[in-house]
């Protein structure tokens, strides 16, 4: 019995990764692009983060990221000066991901840093998106916030 669950466990997991490598990193199929109406919606979004957090308006806030994130930490441990979104694209469930300016004050230092950010449907939210994620790119994008 154990046997039989182990070749079938194998069986679905080698069918997995062939359809993951006849689809070719499907992400990169999808271009940037400058779609003012996508533009449009994250910095939307953004700008109601920040209003939220200095406004300290608890309720929108939580409505527009995950309480308790890393996104929300970092808006706890930094000042976020400012936040301009410079592409968009439209990924796959609906998402939409952009790629951003983040200028944050680290002590009396301002830092401009770009980011990767990534808005996920959801009905609870005044816009109609959550931000679920976003990554600071140093070198590369390996640091979430």
């Known amino acids: 019995m154990r046997s039989l669950f182990f070749f079938l466990l194998v069986v679905s997991t080698a069918s997995t990764t062939i359809y993951w490598e006849d689809e070719a990193h499907p992400i990169e199929k999808v271009h940037w ?3 003012a109406e996508h533009m449009d919606i994250l910095q939307t979004q953004v700008t109601l983060i920040l209003s939220a957090f200095k406004s300290k308006d608890v309720n929108l806030l939580y409505q527009l990221i995950p309480f308790g994130e890393t996104i929300d930490r970092f808006l706890k441990n ?3 000066v400012s936040v ?4 968009s694209r439209h990924v796959p469930l609906g998402q939409l991901e952009g790629k951003a300016l983040v200028v ?3 002590g009396e230092q301002i830092v401009p840093v770009p980011a990767i950010l990534n808005l996920a449907p959801t009905r ?3 816009t109609g ?3 679920n994620k976003a990554f600071l790119c140093m070198k590369t994008c390996n640091l979430r916030f």
């Open 78 to 80: 930094y000042q976020v």
């Open 33 to 35: 692009t400058n779609q």
């Open 104 to 106: 944050f004050s680290f």
């Open 124 to 126: 609870t939210s005044p």
């Open 129 to 131: 998106y959550v931000m």
């Open 84 to 87: 301009s979104i410079d592409q």
